[in-house]
């Protein structure tokens, strides 16, 4: 009866180790493979708002994956680990899976807190490793339009007649903004962004009107006028959107358009088209004649700040937004963005070199670039000397 007893506790003891040496082993292989997938389970959010932190990301992005149907590992958070670098405004988002991770990769250009963000891979993205583990492009049937984000579209614009208002006066209300938009035309839908925080306009605003044709025509009317201490910026959202070719009289019924809002002000004084006075100096923008030889290189200034070249995945990711916009006005050949090196003096600075494969290419880029906004700042775009770039010199 001992020996049996004995026997039994063997026995037992013999299966304990070898279930807890296969437990070990599986705990091993599973550390090893969550290592081995890391870098195509992340994602990088760039451009975040200054109160974001891990938990509101995690539940955030958690949520919209939700909202879209891109949970594919099963019930619970898509969102496992969040780290985030408050400096620079970005965060990597790790994923429970593949999968989830390429969806995650549709919802560039989202809104959070107020703020679109930028979803990128992150720089350590192996895409020929990460082919073998699971789908590297989001799947088809996501639910985008969930989340106010458009397929195929990567900051949710309502296609080419969506229009960008900018530099709008701070102290115009919603209502006084669209009764100057609605001066050409219905509009079908008008969002005036706002500060997530206080409420208050940011100054700048989007709409689409009812009538695709009025688009060209308030663009050329509008875009640099002035109101008050401020200019007017209104083209295309989508900036590839090239004016309609069947509208020769755009320019003539913007001349008209604006003659007769001049006689209303006149007529009607301060108080005019119900802005009660808010209006100050409202006149066009008159550009001096300027006379530049064109080339298929533009440079781009005032573009960036010098501290964000520094961190590698930022400047990464700075490179592809600008060489992702320039793509749309003609074939990139070169783009040279210079970097800080230690305490040495570097030319071009702050500033991107685009070589464009013709002029034609480089002419619309310049035109299409000149006072947009980038990062906060107004970019001044020109033409620059072939035979410089092609030397090197980045000085001028």
């Not at 195929?152 to 080419?160: F, N, R």
């Not at 964000?308 to 592809?320: G, H």
């Not at 963005?337 to 070199?353: D, H, N, Q, T, Y």
Request: proline share 5%.
């Amino acid at each position: 009866m001992g020996m049996h007893i004995f026997n039994s506790n063997l026995q037992y003891a013999v299966l304990s180790q070898i279930y807890a040496v296969f437990l070990c082993e599986c705990l091993l292989f599973s550390a090893s493979m969550i290592q081995a997938t890391r870098h195509a389970r992340r994602i990088y959010v760039g451009g975040l708002p200054p109160l974001a932190n891990e938990q509101t990301i995690a539940a955030f992005f958690s949520q919209v994956m939700a909202a879209i149907g891109g949970n594919t590992a099963g019930p619970g958070d898509a969102v496992v680990n969040v780290y985030i670098n408050h400096e620079k405004k970005f965060a990597f988002v790790e994923m429970r899976s593949v999968e989830e991770a390429s969806n995650a990769m549709a919802l560039n250009g989202i809104m959070f807190e107020g703020m679109p963000v930028r979803v990128r891979r992150p720089t350590d993205y192996n895409p020929t490793l990460a082919a073998t583990l699971g789908p590297s492009q989001p799947s088809p049937h996501l639910n985008l339009a969930a989340v106010g984000l458009t397929p195929g579209c990567s900051s949710g614009a309502d296609g080419p007649d969506k229009l960008f208002v900018g530099g709008v006066p701070y102290y115009l209300t919603e209502t006084q903004i669209k009764e100057l938009l609605e001066s050409f035309g219905p509009l079908r839908g008008f969002d005036l962004v706002k500060d997530w925080e206080t409420g208050n306009s940011k100054g700048y605003a989007f709409c689409v009107y009812q009538d695709p044709a009025v688009t060209d025509v308030v663009c050329a009317a509008l875009n640099g006028l002035k109101m008050g201490d401020k200019t007017l910026t209104v083209r295309r959202a989508s900036a590839g959107s090239e004016p309609k070719a069947d509208h020769p009289d755009v320019f003539q019924q913007a001349q008209q358009q604006i003659a007769i809002q001049k006689l209303a002000l006149q007529a009607a004084g301060a108080g005019a088209m119900g802005f009660g006075g808010l209006m100050p100096g409202y006149t066009m923008g008159q550009a001096g004649a300027v006379t530049e030889v064109p080339t298929k290189v533009v440079s781009l200034n005032q573009l960036v700040s010098v501290d964000d070249l520094r961190d590698d995945q930022e400047y990464a990711d700075i490179y592809d937004d600008i060489k992702e916009e320039c793509s749309k006005f003609g074939t990139v050949t070169k783009l040279v963005i210079p970097r800080p090196e230690g305490g040495s003096e570097v030319a071009g600075l702050g500033k991107a070199f685009v070589e464009y494969s013709d002029i034609e290419g480089a002419r619309k880029a310049k035109a299409s670039l000149h006072q947009r906004k980038f990062a906060g700042n107004s970019v001044i775009a020109a033409y620059y000397p072939e035979d410089k770039f092609q030397r090197g010199e980045l000085d001028g």
